[in-house]
């Protein structure tokens, strides 16, 4: 076991409902935790954070925390809370609001000192998955610029997908889901929705993107047939890695490559929520089996690469869920499990049972 001990931040995201961030001492909630890799500390750093999203550590020690209800959270090394101006106005209905941060890969150097963030933004017809940058001062954000928004706004609000991840390229990633009401729209190549794109660092689309020389499919498209992916991180070696939220059950762990179709609606290992029978088909041709579906309703949000293995974050019941309840696509008070996934062929190649075992 490695003597060094490594402060775990993460418990900064105890946010509660209050109205008003109050700043607290760092206080100690477990001295030790023994990993396979490491010896941790848990502590909590702050409290009075409302549904925080996303986190993204500042060069100097501060800490960024998107709320989703459309506020951005500066947090000191004390504790104490600074709440920036310039956020946009977001859609709060259902599962929106400021979502996901990602700091530009030269963030530090002056010229490239960009905070990009999605944020579900209203508009005629609903809303859309939106990608933003801004620079920072100590309590703004300024230079705002919009790169991109999704292609159509629609109800009801929610499966903003929304996840951010750097490729080695100096490309960004951005994921999109179905947006709840109309899956058929996932295998419209024409449509946004139910994707994960691939943009250059200003929002445009890179020359190499596999569908640019495809009519019948948008040029920002990477990836299709993703009902809602809430999780996205790619390792050191470039490999991308998704966890996506299936419907009643089917929930997913892929890995993803450039010009694959992953399969919703027409594949799917979840049930209708009504009826709870099986949706679609357990695999088909053509279209890429997820690398590992995730027994029960376990509601996958994020991988984090490390050590070849992968720790996967997942949401817990909100209050006022019974536990059985399918968690919403926010972060939540959840668990953490750590697996390493292999296989992931196309189609029949490799079939699945409806069930496959747990992690």
């Known amino acids: 076991m490695p003597a060094t001990l490594h402060r775990l931040p993460a418990a900064l995201l105890a946010g509660g409902l209050a109205s008003a961030a109050e700043a607290t001492a760092a206080e100690t909630l477990v001295e030790r935790l023994e990993t396979d890799h490491h010896e941790l500390r848990l502590e909590r750093i702050t409290t009075g954070l409302e549904h925080p999203w996303s986190l993204a550590f500042l060069p100097d020690g501060d800490l960024l925390v998107s709320e989703r209800p459309g506020r951005l959270a500066r947090i000191d090394e004390a504790g104490e809370i600074t709440r920036l101006d310039g956020v946009p106005e977001v859609s709060t209905r259902g599962q929106g609001g400021l979502l996901d941060l990602a700091l530009h890969p030269d963030f530090g150097s002056g010229e490239d000192d ?107 498209i990477y990836t ?97 869920r019974r536990p059985g309840q399918r968690a919403p696509g926010t972060p939540g008070a959840g668990r953490r499990r750590r697996g390493r996934a292999r296989g992931g062929p196309r189609g029949r190649d490799r079939p699945h049972p409806r069930r496959a075992p747990g992690p």
């Not at 960009?114 to 209203?122: E, R």
């Not at 009902?227 to 419907?247: F, K």
């Open 224 to 320: 299709m047939g993703n009902r809602n992916p809430q999780g996205l991180t790619v390792a050191a070696d470039g490999t991308i890695w998704s966890t996506e939220h299936g419907p009643r059950t089917g929930d997913e762990l892929n890995r993803l490559m450039g010009g694959e179709n992953y399969g919703w609606p027409e594949v799917s290992r979840g049930n209708d929520y009504a009826t709870n029978e099986p949706i679609g088909r357990d695999s088909a041709p053509g279209m890429r089996d997820p690398l590992h579906v995730f027994a029960g309703r376990f509601a996958p949000i994020g991988p984090h690469r490390g050590h070849g293995r992968y720790l996967l974050r997942l949401a817990g019941p909100p209050a006022g």
């Open 114 to 220: 960009w905070l990009y963030f999605t944020w579900s933004h209203p508009g005629s017809g609903g809303s859309a998955t939106t990608l933003s940058r801004a620079r920072l001062t100590d309590d703004a954000l300024v230079d705002q610029e919009t790169l991109f928004v999704q292609d159509r706004f629609s109800d009801p609000g929610r499966h903003y997908g929304s996840r951010l991840a750097w490729l080695p390229d100096g490309s960004l990633l951005m994921s999109i889901g179905d947006r709840g009401r109309e899956p058929p729209r996932v295998q419209d190549g024409g449509d946004h929705a139910g994707s994960v794109l691939r943009l250059t660092e200003s929002g445009g689309v890179p020359e190499d993107n596999p569908f640019v020389a495809d009519d019948a499919v948008l040029d920002e």
